[in-house]
């Protein structure tokens, strides 16, 4: 009788200890997760908000391109990131003729974008990956690639923040 009451008392010991780990690597994860969303500051007409960049967002995707200096070098690349309209809209932009966008860099480098740009296929992503790794530090944690530039002046590196007008 003591033997299985010492027996009891061990299996809920042991489980107990198996829903605390549990516990603790289910909040771990979404601290992982948490720190994967990047932030990134916005400008929308006038007001500060902030955009939470997923990796895992379903419009995350990769693809390949071409660096082009005016030097005439050319780099094949591969990159990973999102289609930089859906990010637009997702923070309640209607993309149209009429809005500026400009996209300033942490160097103060700044650069604008038409609606037209944005809205052409397969153009202008903000990547946060190159072969699938995290950007080097020159370069991201965001960086803007317009595939339809000549040449890759804006590509702008180390993005920080992206101010729009609607008008
Ligand atoms: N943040 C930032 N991005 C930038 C620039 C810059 O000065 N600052 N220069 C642009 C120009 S003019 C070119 S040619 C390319 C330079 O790419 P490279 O340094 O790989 O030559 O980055 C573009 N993006
Ligand atoms: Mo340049």
Redesign the pocket.
């Known amino acids: 009788m003591k033997k299985n009451i010492r027996h009891m008392i061990t299996a809920v010991a042991i489980i107990a200890v198996a829903v605390l780990v549990m516990i603790n690597r289910q909040s771990s994860l979404r601290q992982e997760e948490m720190a994967d969303k990047m932030q990134l500051n916005f400008t929308i007409n006038g007001e500060n908000t902030v955009y939470y960049y997923n990796d895992n967002d379903e419009n995350y995707t990769t693809f390949d391109t071409q660096?082009k200096?005016?030097n005439g070098d050319i780099f094949d690349k591969n990159y990973s990131g999102i289609f930089m309209a859906t990010i637009i809209e997702e923070m309640g932009v209607e993309i149209t003729d009429e809005i500026s966008v400009s996209v300033v860099?942490?160097?103060n480098?700044e650069?604008q974008l038409t609606g037209g740009e944005l809205m052409a296929d397969e153009n202008i992503y903000l990547i946060t990956k190159e072969n699938g790794e995290k950007l080097a530090e020159?370069d991201g944690p965001f960086?803007l690639v317009i595939n339809n530039d000549e040449?890759?002046?804006?590509?702008?590196?180390?993005?920080v923040r992206v101010k729009i007008n609607e008008k």
């Open positions: 660096m200096r005016k860099c942490a160097d480098y650069i020159t960086m040449f890759s002046t804006r590509w702008a590196k180390n993005v």
